[in-house]
């Protein structure tokens, strides 16, 4: 899920890994009024695999400068599909609803399905939303400038269904379709409060493609992983009803380390991980689909749609902290650009560092809390799992 928020309605509270917490937790104590009033949700912390979908339902609260206020509903289920054995990580269902005080409202879904012990795997993707949006232009430059700060009101409608299937130990290779269709209404340049006409820089347009996926993955938990790799390389061919044909090619690389098992710092409590994206473009491509920095999950501190361009690059480490019970922190730093041409990623970098709070709704499942610090703004977050 990526949607910026940044309030709890619910004072919610064990760090959802394998991972030792800093304070182990007394075999005796017992349960908390926070525990009390999370059970009444259904985020009692566990996984019932009795039940056919084991659901919690969480009312949350956000602010973003471009939606300000607003109100949500999250929904988070696990369960497992038949013949699934006790030790397989369950499927999971994540439905995340806002509406906001200037009338921005969608809703966005994910549901990963396991099959055969795991070795086919569906998933599929929803995101409907009519949501305050901003532009600044292409690149970092254009980026930079305060007086291009454009805002918009961008409708969407995305459906991308996957099938995957493993070849080898950890291997898989996959199949599916990206459709898409967007428009930007009210487009206006904030500065001057001037409307104006928005086909000629972000016209509505409908996309579909076919994507190929190649993924190795040996982590030990696909939403919250503690231990082992990912791999994952896409590529997608996509026509359009305002451009010509493009092509999208996206590359993520992620490794997770539990400090314990180490060497030099198996003293030391706590996880690193680490990412590397890249998204890249070639043909004629829509405004829309043009690879960005910022948002929840690639450069926390930055609006999304600020940093846009055809090519796209970054790389984010963190350190993660379970303390007790419930709780955990994160502590991360990430480094990334965007350009026209992959030669030119490396000419500007921009830099972005925050914290984040974590607590556990279900098993292997967190809310997380971030504060992201980019060079010119400061951006919160509240979303469920973890960014990569």
């Known amino acids: 899920m990526k949607r910026i928020l940044c309030l709890s309605l619910l004072a919610c509270s064990q760090m959802a890994m394998a991972v030792e917490p800093l304070i182990q937790t007394p075999k005796d104590m017992e349960p908390t009024w926070v525990d009390e009033i999370l059970d009444v949700f259904g985020a009692d912390g566990e996984f019932d695999d009795s039940k056919p979908i084991d659901m919690s339902y969480l009312p949350t609260a956000y602010y973003t400068p471009e939606k300000k206020f607003g109100v949500g509903l999250l929904m988070v289920g696990l369960y497992k599909t038949e013949g699934?054995?006790?030790?397989?990580?369950?499927?999971?269902?994540?439905?995340?609803?806002?509406?906001?005080?200037?009338?921005?409202?969608g809703v966005e879904v994910e549901?990963?399905?396991?099959?055969?012990?795991?070795?086919?795997r569906l998933l599929l993707g929803l995101e409907l939303h009519n949501e305050a949006s901003v532009y600044y232009g292409r690149g970092i430059a254009d980026g930079n400038i305060d007086s291009n700060h454009h805002e918009f009101d961008e409708q969407l409608y995305s459906f991308?269904?996957?099938?995957?299937?493993?070849?080898a130990d950890n291997y898989f290779i996959g199949v599916g379709a990206d459709f898409t269709y967007v428009s930007a209404d009210k487009f206006t340049r904030v500065e001057g409060d001037i409307p104006l006409p928005s086909d000629g820089i972000l016209p509505d347009n409908f996309s579909s493609g076919l994507v190929v996926t190649s993924i190795y993955d040996s982590r030990d938990y696909r939403l919250n992983a503690t231990k082992g790799w990912l791999f994952q390389l896409d590529a997608g061919l996509y026509q359009n009803s305002e451009y010509d044909s493009f092509a999208k090619y996206d590359l993520e690389l992620a490794n997770y380390i539990d400090l314990s098992s180490t060497a030099l710092l198996s003293n030391m409590p706590g996880l690193i991980a680490w990412q590397v994206q890249g998204h890249f473009t070639s043909g004629d491509v829509p405004w829309n689909m043009l690879p960005d920095l910022g948002g929840s999950s690639a450069m926390r501190g930055y609006i999304k749609g600020r940093y846009r361009d055809k090519q796209m690059m970054m790389g984010q480490v963190e350190y993660r902290l379970p303390i007790f019970q419930r709780y955990g922190m994160v502590f991360w730093g990430g480094v990334g650009s965007v350009a026209d041409k992959v030669s030119e990623l490396s000419d500007e970098l921009l830099t972005s560092y925050g914290a984040g709070f974590r607590f556990k709704i279900?098993?292997?499942?967190?809310?997380?809390?971030?504060?992201?610090?980019?060079?010119?703004?400061?951006?919160f977050y509240l979303n469920v799992n973890e960014v990569f």
Not at 160 to 167: A, F, G, H, S
């Open 84 to 105: 699934a054995a006790p030790e397989e990580q369950p499927s999971s269902l994540v439905l995340n609803s806002f509406v906001s005080m200037n009338n921005s409202y």
């Open 111 to 120: 549901n990963m399905t396991f099959f055969n012990g795991g070795k086919q």
């Open 160 to 167: 991308t269904p996957r099938w995957m299937t493993q070849v």
């Open 362 to 379: 279900k098993d292997n499942i967190n809310l997380r809390f971030d504060v992201g610090v980019g060079e010119n703004e400061t951006n």
